[in-house]
């Protein structure tokens, strides 16, 4: 009896030191106090930003940021790239110190298929290479609302309108360096997608606190997210997220005004829609006349509708049949439609795209629109 009750303890306790990362999941368990002792919360709290000696994303000493003409910015935070690495580390005990980091690897990926620029979010103080010393600091971080001083900012931020943006859940939410970054790079006005790895926890409350801290960015609900141990193996979904986005470099490989997997942007003051156009013959129609600037109306309880200059060509074009979120054009009046709720089918209405992000503002769209294509 003694030695099956040494096992168990024995069993407990190795989980509670290998155990993911991961935030608790608040639905299950209240938000512990930020003063509440770290050495009852050690398994569950904070991702450690796991990483696989095998990763391939590869880092030159020194380099932050990898510089282009691209329009596209991923910007990250990982423990990896944060921490001291003098002496020798422990790779059983602190794991996630080692480079590549889970969220260093998913940003490397995403940089592959974006072909965008590569940031990474560095603090000026390392932290420790310790577990226990790492998770201290980041709760008293947390607890004291800190902004931790960064090394550097993004330059020539203006050339960008789209951000990926990837970050552990750290303590229910995010590193305080994440939000030193988004106090001192203003993304009001650019598309932003969220990238994150974690534990158990999930998002958890990471993105209200980063809608939070950039109420002018339109960030998108289509958010990757993984668990901390399936971060390495997670290329190929995370690069299919992207192209599902329409922001594999392969939809500029047919031709600048190919309209195959171009995205456009619908724009009113501080909000703006993005559709993904489909590769027929009426969207490459649309596409060839913007940028324009277009007065929006209601039509019913279900569509917001403009019309473009020039007629679209619905030659070899589908008829629209989907719901919500369905870019169209009803060829008989000659306006394109975006539908807010489901719709009827009818022959004579054809499908451009459907939308990417800001669904929920279609129904609020008002006054001036400024459409126009996603470089």
């Not at 958890?204 to 980063?210: K, L, N, P, Q």
């Not at 019913?300 to 030659?315: C, V």
Request: net charge negative; proline share 5%.
């Amino acid at each position: 009896m003694k030695k099956v009750a040494a096992a168990i303890f024995m069993f407990t306790f190795v989980w509670a030191l290998t155990a993911c990362e991961g935030s608790q999941n608040p639905e299950k368990q209240q938000e512990p106090p930020a003063s509440q002792a770290v050495s009852d919360q050690r398994a569950d709290q904070m991702p450690q930003d796991t990483a696989e000696a095998e990763g391939k994303v590869e880092t030159t000493e020194g380099s932050t940021e990898e510089k282009g003409e691209s329009s596209i910015l991923v910007a990250y935070f990982s423990w990896a790239e944060n921490a001291i690495l003098e002496g020798e580390v422990d790779a059983v005990a602190s794991p996630s110190v080692l480079v590549p980091g889970n969220v260093q690897q998913l940003a490397g990926w995403v940089q592959e298929e974006t072909g965008a620029d590569l940031f990474s979010i560095r603090v000026t103080e390392p932290y420790p290479n310790d577990w226990d010393a790492c998770l201290e600091r980041a709760n008293e971080e947390r607890g004291d609302n800190a902004r931790p001083a960064l090394q550097e900012r993004v330059e020539n931020l203006d050339q960008y309108d789209t951000v990926f943006l990837g970050y552990p859940n750290w303590w229910y939410g995010v590193p305080m360096a994440l939000l030193s970054f988004l106090e001192e790079n203003d993304l009001s006005g650019k598309q932003v997608y969220l990238f994150c790895s974690h534990g158990t926890g999930g998002l958890a409350r990471s993105v209200e606190i980063i809608t939070e801290a950039v109420p002018g960015a339109v960030i998108s609900n289509a958010i990757f997210d993984c668990y901390e141990e399936e971060a390495s193996s997670s290329e190929e979904a995370i690069k299919n997220w992207v192209a599902e986005l329409g922001y594999t470099q392969q939809r500029n490989s047919v031709g600048e005004n190919h309209a195959a997997g171009a995205q456009i942007s619908v724009r009113w003051g501080e909000n703006r829609v993005i559709y993904a156009l489909n590769d027929s013959p009426e969207a490459q129609s649309l596409l060839d006349q913007l940028p324009l600037t277009m007065e929006v109306e209601d039509y019913g309880a279900n569509e917001k509708i403009f019309y473009p200059p020039r007629p679209l060509d619905t030659q070899d074009t589908p008829t629209a049949e989907g719901g919500a979120g369905t870019l169209a054009y009803y060829a008989p009046w000659g306006d394109v439609v975006m539908f807010y709720g489901e719709y009827n089918t009818n022959p004579a209405l054809y499908e451009l795209g459907q939308i990417v992000s800001g669904e929920e503002l279609v129904s609020r769209m008002s006054g001036s629109l400024t459409i126009d294509r996603m470089e």
